[in-house]
């Protein structure tokens, strides 16, 4: 079966400089998050999107911005890299359930994440 | 505001060891999720099982348990005749359905090294 893809898988970026991150859902999923897992941390939920709306937002910085397109593929901006944003990100996705009107009722499958390293 | 804890930050058994992961939530919903993640050292996440807050009924999966209790707001997990590849880091999470993201917030997760 079809799982998240996230790319690029490791990104190396320098003080300063920019990335981007891209996630690919499970097909036929609408809703995607993004979190971030540092060192000998849990994951912290950063953003989310339902049909390319914003639909709730975390610890994100102002830094970072993100976007669902319309076939549904999300990216995560980063902006003004610090050493503190190195991390492990996480892409899920999960499907909206018309029944329950929520989509807390459907498992988020995670991606295999991004390691970030700022040097 | 939700908050997952997960008391244990590291545990060691010996292989064959039954052992249990502890796991303490607070929510004000009366609408909630429960979910376990597994973390082994490659970084994946892996999901190993969702309960929402209106099953209280315990649930076996081969070798995994959980001991779902409302009363004591805990969800824990037991692991029975453990093995090496059990050793990963195991996350404890909560969705609340009010929300409109329906984000999870995890616990801080639990080491969980088997030797053998």
């Known amino acids: 079966a079809a799982g998240v893809i996230q790319s690029p898988r490791h990104l190396i970026k320098e003080k300063r400089e920019t990335a981007t991150l891209k996630c690919y859902p499970i097909?036929?999923?609408?809703?995607v998050y993004w979190y971030q897992q540092g060192p000998g941390q849990d994951p912290q939920f950063l953003i989310s999107f339902y049909e390319k709306m914003q639909s709730d937002k975390g610890s994100i910085p102002d830094r970072f911005s993100a976007q669902q397109f319309s076939d549904y593929h999300s990216e995560l901006n980063m902006s003004s890299l610090e050493l503190g944003d190195s991390a492990l990100y996480f892409c899920a996705s999960s499907l909206y359930s018309r029944a329950s009107g929520r989509s807390s009722y459907n498992e988020q499958f995670f991606g295999p994440g991004t390691r970030l390293t700022v040097l | 505001a939700q908050k997952v804890t997960q008391a244990q930050t590291e545990i060691s058994v010996v292989e064959k060891e039954d052992v249990t992961l502890d796991c303490v939530y607070e929510?004000?919903?009366?609408?909630?999720?429960l979910f376990w993640y597994k973390q082994p050292p490659s970084g994946e996440l892996v999901f190993l099982i969702r309960?929402?807050?209106?099953?209280?009924q315990n649930e076996i999966s081969g070798r995994y348990s959980w001991n779902f209790q409302k009363s004591t707001s805990s969800f824990n997990f037991t692991i029975t005749a453990s093995q090496v590849v059990d050793s990963a880091v195991y996350f404890c999470?909560?969705?609340?359905?009010?929300?409109?993201?329906?984000?999870?917030?995890f616990g801080g997760g639990t080491r969980l090294m088997v030797k053998p």
């Open positions: 929510t004000r919903d009366t609408t909630y999720y």
């Open positions: 309960r929402n807050s209106f099953d209280e």
């Open positions: 097909p036929r999923h609408d809703t």
């Open positions: 999470a909560l969705s609340e359905a009010s929300l409109a993201g329906n984000m999870l917030t």
